[in-house]
């Protein structure tokens, strides 16, 4: 490819609205520009490597069995209904109508397109299991896009999907992903790690989620410096017991297992998520357990959102549910119907003689509660997350946190889509079974970002070569010069007959812009015909470790093996 024409727009300074480095460089490489919020254009550098880690993903699927397919982004919105995400996805579904007035959404996802065809498709156990994937634009109106490609409102993300009609088999192919999953991100040169995440509301199980090791990265990741455990923040949970009296660590009992667990699902469903500081507190009343006490962040808004949790919260404990409804006034909890509860909510803070006591300091916010019959505060349960230093949850070493890019994520999801959309197959017995599905997803455009994240220096990108644009950048110092251009252009076209993959510098720019841009690209082998071109010498480079060597133009094809 010939530079004096090709489309890499490179830029001198760092751009002011971009605040990570892969950003920074993909606009300064001339690889992508923005064209709205979280919407990009990839020029012909970026398309490239898009390409190449487009088909190691391909190869590594095409290897474990996935048959690819390509689904529709528009979707109508009878899909949607029928599992209720028209109305759970919220404002990050991009919702739109056709000249009917008919109600469609953009594709940020396509678990429901996927179960239509299949539930038309397959009939019988005889045609499972199978797995079939697309890499294609997804669409997500997100709150906050931004870091460039790390964060889009338009994104490029390969999906899969796959159906089974027993857990074997699911979890068979689940770990076959997995597998595939740790090839891929190896390959494209990403330092990851497979972490225990969170199953969120989609009704799933088991789930993973890849993450490339990252400063940006929006995830804490906890993990074990002595084992393989590792974990999303968010889900690395630790229990602690604290009575009245003195605080103990205790193993908990069961019944106050399940307390804790219903109040993270609580919060979950309440898609009010676990952050570092939230603790959450169990009141003993009569038999039952309640919720109660939630420490937010030092946001006063997060306090706020707190009194509409408890208002929820009460009502969704599950096995500990009490049944009354509640209703919050300006900070103040009271229980409706025809019981002695009253219950009030204040700003209060652990104090020294008992846990519920009120404060101003608005660090805390607590349900008090007042009976007319007897209450004992028995115990607390601390739900804390895990910090740095504590031991870990599988017993081996101390937690250690990192922060991580979300660049794939494998899901169990069970028979949610299938059974909300009634897509069935007959068993060896004749009778109709919902399928066990699979979800699988690879942000491509974003592991494009998450690569250079790991692999830049100072000058620029320094791309692994397997997703390299380009496998070696040929400059000519002085195009004028004809001894050079004349060499350039018979080096250009071995190399190209040899198979490499070149991009050739031949435009009339001084060679110091040639080789800062040539740095900004970051392929990783580089060939300049300079000064010593009269007498058939050119410079080796290697942009990865910056060593360089004169190489006669009879002995490059064979230095460059
Ligand atoms: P996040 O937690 O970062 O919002 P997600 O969990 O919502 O991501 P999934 O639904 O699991 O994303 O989608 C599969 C993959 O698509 C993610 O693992 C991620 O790599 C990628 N992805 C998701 N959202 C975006 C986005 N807005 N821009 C770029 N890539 C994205
Ligand atoms: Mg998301
Ligand atoms: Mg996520
Ligand atoms: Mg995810």
Known sequence: MRQKT????????????ADVISHQLMLRAGMIRQTAAGVYTYLPLAKRVIAKVESIVREELEAVGAQELTLPSLHPAELWQETGRWDKMGDELIRLQDRHGRDFALGPTHEEVITSIIRDAIGSYKKLPLNVFQIQTKFRDERRPRFGLLRGREFIMKDAYSFHDTEESLDETYQAMYKAYERIFTRVGLTFRAVIADSGAMGGKDTFEFMALAEVGE????????????????????????TRSEETSQPLSSAKVNAAASIQEAAQQLEWPLSRTVQVLAVKIDEELALL????????????????????????????????????????????????????A???????????????????????????????IESYVDLRLVQEGDPSPDGEGTIQFARGIEIGQVFKLGTFYSDSMGASFLDQNGRANPFKMGCYGIGVSRTVAAIIEQHHDDNGIVWPIAVAPFQLHL????????????????????????????????RPERAGVKFKDADLIGIPLRVSVGKRADEGFLELKVRSTGESIDVHVDDLAETLQ
Request: net charge negative; hydrophobic share 35%.
């Open 6 to 17: 090709f489309l890499v727009p490179t830029l001198r300074d760092v751009p002011s609205d």
């Open 219 to 242: 995830d804490t990741i906890a993990y074990s410096d002595s084992s393989s455990y590792a974990a999303n923040l968010e889900m690395a949970t630790s229990v602690r017991v604290t």
């Open 293 to 344: 006490l939630l420490r937010a962040d030092h946001e006063l808004n997060e306090i706020k959102s707190l009194h509409e949790l408890h208002a929820k919260s009460l009502t969704v404990l599950g096995e500990h549910e009490i049944k009354e409804q509640f209703k919050v006034e300006a900070g103040q909890l009271t229980a409706l119907g025809n019981t002695s509860l009253k219950i009030y």
């Open 346 to 376: 204040d700003y209060a803070l652990e104090g020294q003689s008992g846990f519920l006591m009120n404060s101003s300091t608005a660090d805390e916010c607590a349900i008090q509660v007042d009976l007319n019959r007897d209450l004992t």
């Open 475 to 506: 400059l000519t110092l002085n195009s004028k010069n004809e001894e050079q251009a004349t060499l350039s252009e018979q080096v250009y076209s071995s190399l190209k007959k040899d198979g490499w993959d070149v991009l050739y510098d031949d």
